[in-house]
């Protein structure tokens, strides 16, 4: 393999697929700065048919190698890759900036986040979690039948595929959750880079190539391809070495990729994180209490990132009255001071337009508050709006529940509690649900929960759904259509889960047994043995 | 409620729909003994549209309370069902051999392992198994930002539409491992009763509903509807109230059932086990060294249940020589002696027939065996068979690969231990696979052993795939089409894990926190508390 000369800070406008650096000739792309509307250089090139099938085809080469490394040394380069990642330094944070529209304070921040988020998982690939040893030793004697030794761990699914989103071009993109979660489990990844970002893409894939290379593991491990448009995606997902789909994107896109997935001659799990309302309610006391308060917080939650985030509060409920009103007064003065934000790409901000005008066309709907029109005009910027409707119109038309992705809410009056367990009992599957509450709503929240809970991945007190904990107990998650697969989650450590499947084996010798398994617990595993947990050996 | 006054033991031909018996009104049918060809009594009412929503409504009813019953409380009611089986004695006994042609030997330990598995399946919901609580207490103090309060566990994804399997009556079916491990994760049940048997389904499906009703849980949580078509079942899985599927039967079968399952408003999980030929590989030391005991073994575990196991071995692998030859003459010479057996229905008998014949047809297939006549011309009997091929045929046409559900299967010699790995290589997904090996094989089963680890769910060595034990370590799944989901199995305590989906609570007060996340840690739960594993409270 020819040494790589190339300052890994320089865009290159190739793709890394193994060990290699590989132009696409399926046509070409640049970036555009959505601030400015400014093409940025250089080209990238799309990924052939054939770029997808080599790097499918090293993934799968380097499968059985990369699954059986010991837990340290995937846990070791999931750190290298962060370690790479800052010594990116301020190429990096320039290139997040000028290929999204978005803050240097909040990519900094998001670097810092998905540095965090590999470590994390570095360190739960240390302990093995997720493998789920378990023991059941042989019963010689039993009758009327014996029994002979049965074992079982996880073992990764394969090769995953993975979607970076649009909106997190760092920790929900080339080494972002779905990424380090997956790499972890033991499933080498190829990313499909978004196209709105092919630079701050590369950067990241080509530290992820040299975390490869640096640690000796197989060169399939990771690959990157670029395409600004949809064939090397289905490519991707359609071909037989993939055995999973990791992706955060629309509805739509989601949608797609799950056909596409379940039309292959073996059946592949998507985890698409898709479309969320989020849904707010306001409680009667705390709204009376503190409706002021209440109306900053969610002002603050509903432009943050210029509204675009998966667990932006879309839908906000309460009980008809005075209080309701004065909040929504408070909420249009506040939001009339905003600012129009650049919104991530035209795309984005022309789909929001048109959301926020079937709102706005809607004959039960009424206007509530604009922000500032200033600069909206500019194509890639998003004037924040507020609409409010009564609860008998979204019972009566669900389209009104459809996700606006972008600065814009929906204020839900309510008739009473009971109007508000129904509208949330209607809901479709979200990723959170937020109870606004004092001590004198407890009983209110109380009948609401359980509702809650069969709805959404993730339930909020006295807070606002955006800001997403990386940790162990996070959901980021939820029923259909929140996700394609409300069984898991995409944010937290028990995303690892997402790509094991269970192997049992029965009655082989030590020598042909996987480390997880030896009586001795040579990885110092948590395991099940003959029904009890323990972490000791055998003897 | 009226009290019903019917003896337990009398089947009526009516349905078991929450605290009722109704008699379905979708046209009737009755059950055969396929022993005699002889209808048997009485006929059975098929569920009509209004019943199948009926079930489905008064499951989802249920759900909420259900689901927050105490792990003892759902613990008690798994005992409860076992205890109710076994009181049905001998009428359920001889039903079932009359329904199945199974010799009472083998329904008698089918019931004991269906009434060990409802007990295992008890404990484990007893300890709180699969709740996985985590807890990431609040961090006040961080910089840049603070972190509040956030907790998971994992709650039950909702009503469980079950079909009952042809092949198993009683551990596959209306109370059968699907059932138990959905109650178990605190999922109400609907299950489809398989046509062939709705006697055995109705005395199992009333036992469980006395359970239900004596165990103070609503109705709700178990129903059971027959149909000889496919009408009920199809409407019972487009249902909305039903939140996941499980499914034992032919690969049509579940397919059929993954489709409707994808094109609903909200796509649901299948769990579908279908199709396995569970390829065993004679590896040559142990072939030289044992090959007349391997034989024997071989015809055991081929005619058990008269092959209709999904884990009879429908595929025989070895390297081409004198000791597969032998092999084959000493499995032919035990299976001549074998009488032909009574199959579950006239449909697998015919099914069957022309699976020998489109083997026997092929031309790169050689005849080796035959099992007695005797009788099989008698619709429900089947005459064993065994075929040859060379691996350079099966790599040439995968259709020979596929499974043939009866007491057939096919030989094939491979030029060497190379050409034996690229036939693993190209098998689909497998419920099992078996490695039969001396020391002096270790290093061939070495290089098998990663894939076949990649292909099926359970790998036996020194053994046969047939017999499936229900413990902690068991798997049985496999990937696509073994199964619709690898990622799961429908045997072992696993099996809880299907039906279960994370749900996190951020910054709750301990009044409004479900009782797996009190600080006390009052179900004394397992759990990880900010990156520990501990069963402590929170002090």
Request: glycine residues 10%.
């Given at each position: 393999?020819?040494?790589?000369?190339?300052?890994?800070?320089?865009?290159?406008?190739?793709?890394?697929?193994?060990?290699?650096?590989?132009?696409?000739?399926?046509?070409?792309?640049?970036?555009?700065?959505?601030?400015?509307?400014?093409?940025?250089?250089?080209?990238?090139?799309?990924?052939?048919?054939?770029?997808?099938?080599?790097?499918?085809?090293?993934?799968?080469?380097?499968?059985?190698?990369?699954?059986?490394?010991?837990?340290?040394?995937?846990?070791?380069?999931?750190?290298?890759?962060?370690?790479?990642?800052?010594?990116?330094?301020?190429?990096?944070?320039?290139?997040?900036?000028?290929?999204?529209?978005?803050?240097?304070?909040?990519?900094?921040?998001?670097?810092?986040r998905t540095v965090a988020q590999l470590r994390l998982f570095a360190a739960r690939a240390r302990e093995g979690d997720g493998i789920d040893a378990r023991i059941d030793g042989a019963l010689p004697e039993r009758k009327p039948l014996p029994r002979v030794d049965i074992r079982?761990?996880?073992?990764?699914?394969?090769?995953?595929?993975?979607?970076?989103?649009?909106?997190?071009?760092?920790?929900?993109?080339?080494?972002?959750?779905?990424?380090?979660?997956?790499?972890?489990?033991?499933?080498?990844?190829?990313?499909?880079?978004?196209?709105?970002?092919?630079?701050?893409?590369?950067?990241?894939?080509?530290?992820?190539?040299?975390?490869?290379?640096?640690?000796?593991?197989?060169?399939?491990?990771?690959?990157?391809?670029?395409?600004?448009?949809?064939?090397?995606?289905?490519?991707?997902?359609?071909?037989?070495?993939?055995?999973?789909?990791?992706?955060?994107?629309?509805?739509?896109?989601?949608?797609?990729?799950?056909?596409?997935?379940?039309?292959?001659?073996?059946?592949?799990?998507?985890?698409?994180?898709?479309?969320?309302?989020?849904?707010?309610?306001?409680?009667?006391?705390?709204?009376?209490?503190?409706?002021?308060?209440?109306?900053?917080?969610?002002?603050?939650?509903?432009?943050?990132?210029?509204?675009?985030?998966?667990?932006?509060?879309?839908?906000?409920?309460?009980?008809?009255?005075?209080?309701?009103?004065?909040?929504?007064?408070?909420?249009?003065?506040?939001?009339?001071?905003?600012?129009?934000?650049?919104?991530?790409?035209?795309?984005?901000?022309?789909?929001?337009?048109?959301?926020?005008?079937?709102?706005?066309?809607?004959?039960?709907?009424?206007?509530?508050?604009?922000?500032?029109?200033?600069?909206?005009?500019?194509?890639?910027?998003?004037?924040?709006?507020?609409?409010?409707?009564?609860?008998?119109?979204?019972?009566?038309?669900?389209?009104?529940?459809?996700?606006?992705?972008?600065?814009?809410?929906?204020?839900?009056?309510?008739?009473?509690?009971?109007?508000?367990?129904?509208?949330?009992?209607?809901?479709?599957?979200?990723?959170?649900a937020t109870l606004h509450f004092d001590a004198a709503d407890h009983d209110a929240a109380q009948t609401l929960l359980p509702v809650l809970e069969r709805k959404a991945g993730r339930i909020v007190g006295n807070g606002w759904p955006t800001g997403v904990e990386v940790c162990d107990a996070m959901v980021h998650g939820g029923p259909f259509p929140a996700t394609s697969d409300g069984r898991s989650t995409s944010v937290g450590t028990a995303a690892i889960e997402r790509f094991?499947?269970?192997?049992?084996?029965?009655?082989?010798?030590?020598?042909?047994?996987?480390?997880?398994?030896?009586?001795?617990?040579?990885?110092?595993?948590?395991?099940?043995?003959?029904?009890?947990?323990?972490?000791?050996?055998?003897?």
């Open positions: 393999m020819p040494i790589d000369m190339t300052d890994p800070t320089t865009i290159t406008g190739e793709m890394p697929i193994g060990a290699r650096r590989v132009r696409g000739e399926a046509g070409c792309f640049r970036a555009l700065d959505p601030a400015t509307g400014a093409m940025l250089e250089p080209a990238f090139g799309c990924a052939t048919e054939a770029d997808v099938a080599r790097a499918c085809e090293s993934a799968h080469a380097a499968f059985d190698a990369y699954r059986r490394t010991p837990p340290g040394i995937r846990a070791t380069f999931l750190e290298t890759i962060a370690a790479n990642m800052l010594a990116l330094g301020d190429v990096l944070i320039e290139r997040a900036c000028a290929e999204t529209g978005l803050p240097r304070a909040r990519i900094e921040s998001e670097r810092g079982m761990q996880r073992i990764p699914l394969g090769p995953v595929a993975v979607f970076g989103a649009s909106n997190f071009p760092l920790a929900f993109s080339v080494a972002g959750g779905d990424t380090a979660s997956a790499l972890a489990a033991g499933c080498p990844v190829v990313v499909k880079a978004h196209a709105a970002h092919p630079g701050i893409s590369e950067l990241v894939g080509r530290a992820v190539q040299a975390a490869v290379l640096a640690n000796g593991l197989p060169e399939g491990v990771f690959s990157l391809l670029f395409d600004d448009g949809f064939a090397a995606g289905a490519a991707l997902v359609a071909h037989p070495a993939i055995k999973a789909v990791g992706f955060t994107g629309s509805r739509r896109g989601g949608v797609a990729l799950m056909k596409i997935a379940a039309a292959r001659a073996e059946p592949i799990p998507v985890y698409a994180e898709m479309s969320s309302v989020n849904p707010v309610f306001l409680l009667p006391a705390a709204l009376a209490a503190r409706g002021k308060a209440l109306a900053t917080g969610f002002v603050e939650s509903l432009t943050l990132g210029v509204g675009q985030l998966c667990t932006n509060p879309g839908v906000v409920l309460a009980v008809a009255g005075v209080a309701f009103e004065q909040f929504k007064d408070t909420a249009a003065a506040l939001l009339a001071a905003r600012h129009a934000g650049v919104m991530l790409t035209p795309g984005i901000a022309a789909a929001y337009a048109s959301g926020v005008e079937r709102l706005h066309e809607h004959p039960a709907v009424r206007a509530a508050g604009r922000g500032e029109a200033e600069g909206a005009a500019a194509g890639s910027r998003a004037q924040a709006a507020l609409y409010a409707v009564d609860a008998d119109a979204l019972l009566a038309d669900a389209s009104l529940g459809e996700e606006v992705f972008g600065p814009c809410s929906l204020l839900v009056a309510c008739r009473d509690l009971a109007q508000m367990r129904e509208v949330a009992e209607r809901l479709e599957g979200q990723l959170t094991l499947r269970p192997v049992c084996y029965q009655n082989l010798p030590q020598r042909l047994l996987p480390d997880a398994l030896h009586d001795a617990n040579p990885l110092g595993l948590p395991r099940r043995v003959d029904g009890v947990p323990t972490q000791a050996p055998i003897k």
